[in-house]
T-cell receptor
Framework: GIQVEQSPPDLILQEGANSTLRCNFS?????LQWFHQNPWGQLINLFYIPSGTKQNGRLSATTVATERYSLLYISSSQTTDSGVYFC?????????????FGQGTELSVKP | EPEVTQTPSHQVTQMGQEVILRCVPISNHLYFYWYRQILGQKVEFLVS????????KSEIFDDQFSVERPDGSNFTLKIRSTKLEDSAMYFC????????????FGPGTRLTVT
């Protein structure tokens, strides 16, 4: 089956720093989503981005589907950005299919 | 903004007991899912449900698990005889299934089996 790999596994930043998280996937995908899992365990939707670039405030994401990777950029990081960031892909077996998650990047932003 | 809701937020049960986890998906969504996350690990797919039937299930979703949509709003996951290894966070998700297939997740139910 498809492999989803995220890097780095852990990241420690000083407040105000910028960062780039990467998601590589081993096969073609229908859809790709980025989530933030907050300290309470909730999965918060960040981006639905099967291809192209999107921006939402300090966060932006780019997916290059032909090269099978996606990047999540966090600028001017804040302590509230701490948590685990997951990338998840839907394989093109059929629409409405399952999401396959990567292992996540655990981000810690220090004041 | 519409959201997926789940109850209870935390359930503690003894090994061998049956549990039912409940979810109310977003009202105009057509596809429903259950995922689980063992502490410290990634989120894993359990089952998907569309048009009142299971469309896909993982190898984790064995005969001890079942899903049901008993009415127009609720979506439930039943574990018949819980094991210690069923302890995990269980997430329900839903997607509209037309124009967009973005999945939205509920806040999760933390299941602890003792």
């Amino acid at each position: 089956g498809i492999q989803v790999e995220q890097s780095p596994p852990d990241l420690i930043l000083q407040e105000g720093a910028n960062s780039t998280l990467r998601c590589n996937f081993s096969d073609s995908v229908n859809n790709l989503q980025w989530f933030h899992q907050n300290p309470w365990g909730q999965l918060i939707n960040l981006f639905y981005i099967p291809s192209g670039t999107k921006q939402n405030g300090r966060l932006s994401a780019t997916t290059v589907a032909t090269e099978r990777y996606s990047l999540l950029y966090i600028s001017s990081s804040q302590t509230t950005d701490s948590g685990v960031y997951f990338c998840a892909v839907e394989v093109p077996d059929n629409q409405g299919g399952k999401l396959i998650f990567g292992q996540g990047t655990e981000l810690s932003v220090k004041p | 903004e519409p959201e997926v809701t789940q109850t209870p937020s935390h359930q503690v049960t003894q090994m061998g007991q049956e549990v039912i986890l409940r979810c109310v998906p977003i009202s105009n969504h057509l596809y429903f899912y259950w995922y689980r996350q063992i502490l410290g690990q990634k989120v894993e797919f359990l089952v998907s449900f569309y048009n009142n039937e299971i469309s896909e299930k993982s190898e984790i979703f064995d005969d001890q698990f079942s899903v049901e949509r008993p009415d127009g709003s609720n979506f439930t996951l039943k574990i018949r005889s819980t094991k210690l290894e069923d302890s995990a966070m269980y997430f329900c998700a839903s997607t509209r299934g037309s124009e967009t297939y973005e999945q939205y997740f509920g806040p999760g139910t933390r299941l602890t089996v003792t």
